[in-house]
């Protein structure tokens, strides 16, 4: 199947930028889209951005002009740039891949911290 690996997360001020990266891993050839998630304390897990194959791209709203999806040719890495980053954009942040390996699979990364304060 295939395994995911965030990193990148970190406390930043509000106004900075991060770059968050999902390494992934196991049978790539499989995966149809990749995305990244995010859930905040007492809320539940919501899109942030995903990326399919065609590279096509789907925003969150609020996201939309801030935060940036991207991967590498090989679909070994997909990143999420994120600027103008806010106080409401605490949260961990989940890598999610999903694919099709005999049947249908949906993958989740542990995650990674991002903060940002005011």
């Known amino acids: 199947q295939v395994q995911l690996v965030e990193s990148g997360g970190d406390l930043v001020q509000a106004g900075g930028s991060l770059r968050l990266s999902c390494a992934a891993s196991g049978t790539i050839s499989s995966i149809n889209s990749m995305g990244w998630y995010r859930q905040a304390p007492g809320k539940q897990r919501e899109l942030v951005a995903t990326?399919?194959?065609?590279?096509?791209?789907i925003y969150a709203d609020s996201m939309k002009g801030r935060f940036t999806i991207s991967r590498d040719n090989a679909w070994n890495t997909v990143y999420l740039q994120m600027n103008s980053l806010k106080p409401e954009d605490t949260a961990v942040y989940y890598c999610n891949a999903r694919g099709v390996l005999w049947k249908r699979y949906d993958v989740w990364g542990q995650g990674t911290q991002v903060t940002v304060s005011s």
């Open positions: 990326i399919s194959r065609g590279d096509i791209t």
